[in-house]
């Protein structure tokens, strides 16, 4: 692992520590199944009714996780870094009597045998870890079984550009939509002086086809995957891309 996603970690393990693992209002919002949003159910429902194995690299808090299982998937394998998010994302769905279970990994690298699974559901912060998104894409692709599917729902790259003015929306004076990284702000999450990198719609595009993926839909979104304290931002009113998501497909000869 090179030494910016090693002090990532760390800030992870730090942020989950902190703020996450052991929340009861999560583990409400994960038995009622909000955090999956409409537009995910919609795009995932034909999926889910053939009761897929599903793994979520990145699986965080495993919020998610407990939905999955709830709208149809038979098991939800999450794969985290964080030892302490893997510890609360097991204990709330132990809990909530959900078919999860939990391996400690890192993207790439996931402890999986190739092929293994029919729905590679990721994204909700996911990408902007990855400091390779050319392996991100073929450790998805190498986790389907052909015919399997890639859903990733993530913050749209652009969306790192906006301030959160309440008046009108504005761009940062210093980011630019073509960085490479930036350091995560003291007043997001997980800040502990994260470096979050940044890939453009076009380069997660290019980097899923060329893992051998077949893209089937990808849309954008006004509303973030998440607004960090409720904060309601011009920029996130209707005008301005704030999320994506992408559905691929492996193909089943090849
Ligand atoms: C924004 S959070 C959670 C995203 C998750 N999908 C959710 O909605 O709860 C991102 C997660 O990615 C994990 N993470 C970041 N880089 C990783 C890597 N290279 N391998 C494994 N986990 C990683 C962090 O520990 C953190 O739990």
């Given at each position: ?140 692709a ?8 890639l ?57 899923v086809v060329?893992a051998g993926l077949e ?33 691929a497909r492996r193909?089943?000869?090849?």
């Amino acid at each position: 692992m090179d030494p910016t996603s090693r002090a990532n970690r760390t800030a992870w393990e730090l942020a989950h520590q902190e703020r996450v693992w052991a929340n009861d209002q999560m583990t409400a919002e994960a038995a009622a199944g909000v955090t999956l949003v409409p537009s995910e159910r919609a795009l995932l429902r034909d999926i889910l009714a053939t009761r897929p194995l599903v793994v979520h690299p990145q699986s965080g808090n495993g919020q998610d996780d407990v939905a999955l299982v709830d709208a149809g998937a038979r098991m939800v394998i999450g794969v985290d870094y964080s030892g302490h998010a893997i510890h609360g994302a097991r204990g709330r769905a132990d809990a909530l009597g959900a078919a999860c279970h939990y391996l400690l990994g890192t993207v790439p690298g996931v402890p999986l045998r190739d092929g293994c699974v029919d729905l590679v559901y990721t994204g909700k912060g996911a990408l902007i870890w990855m400091p390779d998104i050319d392996a991100w894409a073929a450790e998805m692709a190498r986790l389907l079984r052909p015919g399997g599917h890639l859903f990733v729902h993530d913050g749209h790259p652009a969306t790192d550009l906006w301030t959160w003015d309440l008046d009108e929306p504005r761009i940062r004076p210093d980011r630019s939509y073509f960085g490479r990284s930036f350091v995560c702000p003291d007043d997001s999450f997980p800040a502990h002086g994260a470096v979050m990198w940044q890939w453009t719609l076009g380069r997660i595009v290019t980097a899923v086809v060329t893992a051998g993926l077949e893209i089937r839909q990808l849309d954008e979104y006004a509303e973030p995957f998440w607004r960090m304290g409720d904060v309601d931002a011009a920029a996130f009113r209707g005008r301005l891309p704030n999320a994506f998501a992408l559905l691929a497909r492996r193909p089943t000869a090849g």
